[in-house]
Structure formats: C-alpha cells, structure tokens
C-alpha cells in the first residue's frame, strides 16, 4: 500500500472521523494506540503510537525542527506526557548536554484528542535553539521528561547542522 499525505481540513475531517468511528465502535486500546495523524496548519505531524495507559510511563515527540537540517536559530517544538496527570520535568538535550530551558505546558489539543491526561490540553513545549553556535555537522536532538517513576528519554532525532 502507498502511503498519502492529506493535509488541511480534508485531513482534520478524515482524523475526526476516524478517532469518532474508533470511540464509537468500541476499538480495542491497542488499535486506538496504533497511530494517529495530526495536521498542524496543513502539515502533518506524528503522534507518537504508544499509549501511556498500557506503557505506564511519559510519551512524547519531537515535532519541529521537521527536516533533519538546522541553522542558526530555530524553533523546537513537540509534546510529553504522563496519562496519570503527574507533572513532568521537561529538558532538551543535544548531544546528552541539557539546552536552555523550554516553555511547558503550551495548548496541544490535537495531542489531546489522541492521547487523555489530567495534564491536558497543556502538554506542548517550546525552545528557540541558536544553532549558530553549535559545531556543523551531525548531532543527536533528544527530549527527556523526569517524573515519580525516573527519567525517561522520550524522543530523539539526528539533525545536521550546517
């Protein structure tokens, strides 16, 4: 099967429909935690397929930087969290070493419509990261979240830096 990219609000109707026909139909929690496509202004994002209820930790994703090369500053950006409503203590690293802070608990409501937490709608984070000042080439983007239960790496990518 190919796969198709839908985006706008031909996409958002087709993800309603299927979270409402997955709800409705009484869909087991592991078809509901297969996957989830969000399109975030008309360009598609992933929802990360673990549930949190079965895993029994955070969940979360690194959505921007979308492609794979950065420079100079660029927005980060992506979601974390705990389905029992804990509060998570978010950090960026780069390389293992923690970047400047980044704003939690931005609206996500597309994540929200996949995923229940306590913690819902506000399960977004934010950095603005210079890329400027970090040596070109290769490098391993990760996010981790520390809760009751420990630290957890939720979400890494490789970006190269040019």
Same mark, same amino acid.
């Given at each position: ?40 202004n008309a360009v598609a994002s992933r ?50 070493? &923690? ?7 931005? @609206? ?12 819902? &709608? ?25 809760? @009751? ?14």
């Amino acid at each position: 099967m190919q796969d198709r990219i839908v985006k706008g609000e031909k996409a958002m109707r087709i993800l309603k429909a299927l979270a409402l026909r997955m709800m409705v139909g009484g869909a087991s929690k592991a078809g509901m935690a297969l996957f989830a496509l969000v399109v975030v202004n008309a360009v598609a994002s992933r929802v990360d397929a673990a549930d949190p209820k079965e895993v029994g930790a955070p969940v979360g994703f690194i959505d921007e930087p979308r492609g794979d090369v950065v420079r100079g500053q660029t927005r980060v950006m992506g979601w974390a969290l705990d389905a029992k409503g804990k509060a998570l203590k978010m950090r960026l690293l780069l390389d293992g070493k &923690p970047l400047q802070g980044l704003e939690y608990n931005q @609206k996500r409501e597309d994540v929200c419509a996949v995923h229940a937490s306590a913690l819902c &709608p506000k399960v977004g984070f934010e950095a603005s990261v210079d890329f400027a000042k970090v040596a070109k080439g290769s490098h391993k983007l990760s996010l981790e979240a520390t809760g @009751k239960g420990g630290t957890v790496n939720l979400a890494e990518r490789t970006i190269r830096v040019e």
